[in-house]
Each structure stands twice: as C-alpha cells, then as structure tokens.
C-alpha cells in the first residue's frame, strides 16, 4: 500500500474529514505515518516505540466515528500507560514493564478515533525541560539536528513539526508541553489543572503541577481535541470549571479587544536572549494591530523562593516515584539503575521533612492566590515561552566536578552530603535559567499556550507565552485562532520534514 503522499497537507481534523468521506482509508493514513517514521525518525529519535501492527490492526476495524477518525497519533513515554505498549518513562529501571491497561485519558484518545502508532521520547521522569534520556539517546530538533527538541514532551514535539503525525500526546509538570512546542515551531496547549482525566492510577501528578494534553500544528486540532478529552473521570479529586461551548467554536470567534499584560522579566531567576526579547517584541505589536491593549506588567513572585519550593516539592515526588517503582518492578534501585541527576535528586527526597514539603507545597499554593489577584487586572499574560533559543545538545547535562559528584555521592547514597552538594542547585539554576516564565503555572493551574509566531535570524523557532485566567481555555483559543490567521505557521516545514 503506497499511503497518502498529501497527509502533511492537512492537521488532525482535515485528515479526519477525508476519511469520513471516503476520499482516503484510515490503513493508508497508518501507512504513510509509518513510511514518514521510518524515514525520517533515524535522524529525529523522537519515536522510542513502534506499534505498526497494532495500528493496522485498528485501521482496519471498527474505528470510533469520533473527530479524529483514522488519524495516526503518538504517545509520550510517560504518565500514561497504554495497554500492551512497554512504559519505560525514559528510565532504565522501568525497562521491561508492559502495562495491561490504558488510562483513562488513553480511552477518550481512541474514543476520539485516534490510532496510536506508538510511543515518543522524553527524559527520564520528564525532569529536565531537554529530552536527552541516556537508555534511548536525545531526541533531535528537525530545525536544526545538532540542537535538542526541548521537554519532557520533545519526542512528541519533533514528530509534530517533521509531520510524521498531526497531533501527538504529552504532559505539563513545568512546560513540558510549552517548551517543546516553542523549541519545535508547532502549537503547544496546557489545559487548566482537572480539565483533563488523570486516572485511574492518579489522583494528581506532582501535588497538582502536571496535567495531560497534546502537542499540534493547528490550533483547531488542540480546540477539538481537548473537547473530545475533556470532563471528570471516576474518583476526581476536583473538577474544572466547565465551558459555556465547545473549544472548536471559539477558534473561530473574534476575541474582542484584550487586556493584555507583558513582560520579558523572567519570573524566577534567568535573563532573556535578546532573540526572545525580539521575539516578544514583534508579537506585542501583532496583538496591537489586532486591537488588543497590551500594557507591559507582570505577577510579583518571590522567584528564588519560587524556584526552592518547587525543587523541594519535585524532590519529595522523585523520592516517591523511586520508591513506587522499586514496587512496581520487585526490586531495590540502586545508582546504576538511574541516571546521575534523577538518583541524587531522589536522595534530596530522603533528606526533605514532612514539614519542609508541605512548607513547600504552601508556597507554590501562596504563589496560586498572587497571580490570581494580578489576573483580576488583566484578561492574558504575555511573555516568551523560553529563556533562549533551542539548546545545543547537552547544554543542560552536568559536566566535569558536578558530574562526578553526582555519580560518587549516589553510588554511596550519600543523602546527607548530597544535600549540601552545590552541584544540585547549580543544575536547577541551568534548568531554571532555561525556563523561567513556564512552571509558574503549573502551580497556579492556569491555562497557557506556547504559539509559533517567531523565527531568529537563524532560522530557529522561538514561541510566545500567553496565560489565561484559571478556567478560562475559551478566551485563549479565541486569542490563538485570531494569532494563527494573523501570522499562519502551519506551512512552515523545518529542514529535516517529510
């Protein structure tokens, strides 16, 4: 079967449309998916995990009539098991783990008609905001091979932007979904916390910080998906505030003019490439032209609090997830099974208080309450999504003195010493200076988009920040639909594209 030569012509949506009209087979999408994967993934990584047959197996059913019927999808190796598919979450320790059920958020994918083909690349436990896991090797930019994709989501992200599919899965713990979509050129959407499911095997992920959604080329794909994905399931510990109407309705509806608040001030710790600042720049003047007020204002945060509180409440979480899979798995980690920087920062875990963490904890609740009452003052909150522009490979990985005393104060689980080892917060410091302006809004559970409306002089993409107020998705895919027909992006094809 030769495929669909045309398939990167259309997003998620349009796929579906010719599928529903008979004009192409869902089994001819599946293939040209594959042929795309294979051809190109070998330069990429992004794809860890192939389930061909089980796709043409699904194409050639009885595929749910949903918005999305016959579309090849992707799913990040994390947070969500997909039944059947091994679940390494870029770890090693995980290797041979072979869930027997999908989550729930897995089911409203294929509900929606999504055939998943397989599963995307992300760092071990999706900690750093690059995807450069040692057991499968880093995932490469398609704008540029020698730079990395951004994470945790960045297997998604390049799949996306080299079109092997329209849409593909991923998750948000601190941009996750964000900072691969501004290092990859393609739409990127946070939901607000308890939009989307997160069981049955989690109540919230990360005290409430990650949540689920997916990574796109148009806008209408991540409007239409999240109306398909969207809802409480069983046991939720809270619930979003529901829509007045579909999200697809309001990509098309004119937002009105905006109140529109932007700052290029990192909020924690880090300072702005002047190719951000550009970036920022060009976009205050497009939302300008489009009638929007835009007064240059940002939430007043305690940024190294911030960035402490949230390192402590990530190392009690890692503790824990270590734990949970030395269960999972029926044996003690040890160093060997991790890599450097996730054992030592699970043996920060040992050494956190229960007082510490929930001391933690109140601050990033402390910071929700804040920026809520700035939110009170304005309808959307500009900045860039990233620091910088796409890193070099291996940018953020330790290196020289930190790097072996990282490995030598793991190997002797030295929880005590590590605690006081600088090479811990000289690492947070680099991941922080990365991604200043995203993780913010993890903790306040706010909606946030990373939209591709600037290149550098080299060529390489540099998305825009904006936040909603919480609950509010509508005015930020009306905001996106106006952005995208404005300045369009989804003709533009990175160098290394099918």
Same mark, same amino acid.
């Given at each position: 079967?030769?495929?669909? %030569?045309?398939?990167?012509?259309?997003?998620?949506?349009?796929?579906?449309?010719?599928?529903?009209?008979?004009?192409?087979?869902?089994?001819?999408?599946?293939?040209?998916?594959?042929?795309?994967?294979?051809?190109?993934?070998?330069?990429?990584? =992004?794809?860890?995990?192939?389930?061909?047959?089980?796709?043409?197996?699904?194409?050639?059913?009885?595929?749910?009539?949903?918005?999305?019927?016959?579309?090849?999808?992707?799913?990040?190796?994390?947070?969500?098991?997909?039944?059947?598919?091994?679940?390494?979450?870029?770890?090693?320790?995980?290797?041979?783990?072979?869930?027997?059920?999908?989550?729930?958020?897995?089911?409203?994918?294929?509900?929606?008609?999504?055939?998943?083909?397989?599963?995307?690349? %992300?760092?071990?436990?999706?900690?750093?905001?690059?995807?450069?896991?040692?057991?499968?090797?880093?995932?490469?930019?398609?704008?540029? #091979?020698?730079?990395?994709?951004?994470?945790?989501?960045?297997?998604?992200?390049?799949?996306?932007?080299?079109?092997?599919?329209?849409?593909?899965?991923?998750?948000?713990?601190?941009?996750?979904?964000?900072?691969?979509?501004?290092?990859?050129?393609?739409?990127?959407?946070?939901?607000?916390?308890?939009?989307?499911?997160?069981?049955?095997?989690?109540?919230?992920?990360?005290?409430?910080? *990650?949540?689920?959604?997916?990574?796109?080329?148009?806008?209408?794909?991540?409007?239409? #998906?999240?109306? *398909?994905? =969207?809802?409480?399931?069983?046991?939720?510990?809270?619930? =979003?505030?529901?829509?007045?109407?579909?999200?697809?309705?309001?990509?098309?509806?004119?937002?009105?003019?905006?109140?529109?608040?932007?700052?290029?001030?990192?909020?924690?710790?880090?300072?702005?490439?002047?190719?951000?600042?550009?970036?920022?720049?060009?976009?205050?003047?497009?939302?300008?032209?489009?009638?929007?007020?835009?007064?240059?204002?940002?939430?007043?945060?305690?940024?190294?609090?911030?960035?402490?509180?949230?390192?402590?409440?990530?190392?009690?979480?890692?503790?824990?997830?270590?734990?949970?899979?030395?269960?999972?798995?029926?044996?003690?980690?040890?160093?060997?099974?991790?890599?450097?920087?996730?054992?030592?920062?699970?043996?920060?875990?040992?050494?956190?208080?229960?007082?510490?963490?929930?001391?933690?904890?109140?601050?990033?609740?402390?910071?929700?309450?804040?920026?809520?009452?700035?939110?009170?003052?304005?309808?959307? #909150?500009?900045?860039?999504?990233?620091?910088?522009?796409?890193?070099?490979?291996?940018?953020?990985?330790?290196?020289?003195?930190?790097?072996?005393?990282?490995?030598?104060?793991?190997?002797?689980?030295?929880?005590? #010493?590590?605690?006081?080892?600088?090479?811990?917060?000289?690492?947070?410091?680099?991941?922080?200076?990365?991604?200043?302006?995203?993780?913010?809004?993890? =903790?306040?559970?706010?909606?946030?988009?990373?939209?591709?409306?600037?290149?550098?002089?080299?060529?390489?993409?540099?998305?825009?920040?904006?936040?909603?107020?919480?609950?509010?998705?509508?005015?930020?895919?009306?905001?996106?639909?106006?952005?995208?027909?404005?300045?369009?992006?989804?003709?533009?094809?990175?160098?290394?594209?099918?």
């Amino acid at each position: 079967m030769d495929g669909f %030569t045309d398939y990167g012509a259309y997003d998620g949506l349009g796929l579906a449309e010719l599928v529903k009209n008979g004009e192409v087979t869902a089994r001819e999408l599946v293939e040209e998916a594959i042929r795309r994967i294979e051809d190109l993934n070998p330069r990429l990584n =992004a794809v860890i995990h192939k389930a061909y047959d089980l796709a043409r197996d699904v194409a050639e059913g009885d595929i749910p009539r949903g918005p999305f019927q016959g579309v090849p999808f992707l799913v990040k190796d994390l947070m969500s098991p997909v039944a059947g598919m091994p679940m390494c979450r870029g770890s090693r320790f995980h290797q041979g783990f072979v869930p027997d059920h999908d989550s729930e958020l897995i089911k409203r994918f294929r509900t929606a008609g999504l055939i998943i083909l397989g599963k995307t690349n %992300t760092p071990e436990y999706g900690l750093v905001p690059v995807t450069e896991p040692e057991l499968f090797g880093p995932s490469n930019n398609p704008w540029d #091979l020698a730079r990395n994709t951004g994470g945790s989501s960045g297997g998604s992200a390049a799949a996306v932007a080299a079109h092997l599919v329209p849409l593909a899965h991923g998750g948000d713990g601190g941009g996750s979904l964000r900072i691969p979509a501004s290092c990859c050129g393609v739409f990127g959407f946070k939901p607000t916390r308890g939009r989307n499911p997160t069981g049955p095997d989690l109540g919230e992920a990360w005290q409430g910080l *990650a949540c689920e959604h997916a990574i796109t080329r148009s806008v209408r794909d991540s409007a239409a #998906l999240l109306d *398909a994905t =969207a809802g409480p399931d069983t046991g939720a510990p809270y619930v =979003a505030p529901s829509p007045a109407r579909p999200y697809l309705e309001e990509v098309s509806s004119d937002p009105g003019p905006l109140r529109i608040a932007f700052t290029s001030d990192p909020l924690v710790p880090g300072q702005a490439h002047e190719d951000c600042v550009k970036g920022l720049e060009s976009t205050v003047e497009l939302c300008r032209d489009l009638g929007h007020e835009l007064v240059e204002a940002a939430p007043q945060i305690d940024g190294h609090a911030f960035a402490r509180a949230f390192l402590t409440m990530v190392c009690g979480e890692i503790r824990a997830e270590i734990e949970a899979a030395e269960s999972l798995m029926g044996r003690r980690a040890t160093s060997h099974d991790y890599e450097a920087p996730t054992w030592a920062i699970g043996l920060l875990g040992t050494r956190i208080s229960a007082a510490e963490f929930s001391t933690a904890t109140s601050l990033l609740h402390l910071t929700a309450r804040q920026t809520g009452q700035f939110f009170e003052r304005y309808d959307v #909150l500009l900045t860039p999504t990233v620091a910088e522009p796409p890193l070099v490979t291996g940018a953020l990985q330790p290196r020289g003195l930190q790097a072996f005393g990282m490995r030598v104060l793991g190997s002797l689980n030295a929880g005590g #010493l590590i605690s006081a080892f600088s090479g811990i917060d000289a690492l947070a410091e680099d991941v922080f200076r990365f991604m200043p302006y995203t993780p913010v809004f993890n =903790a306040t559970g706010q909606p946030a988009m990373s939209v591709p409306l600037y290149w550098n002089d080299a060529g390489l993409p540099i998305g825009m920040h904006f936040v909603g107020r919480f609950g509010d998705e509508s005015t930020l895919f009306r905001l996106a639909g106006q952005l995208e027909q404005a300045a369009p992006w989804f003709d533009r094809v990175p160098p290394v594209s099918a």
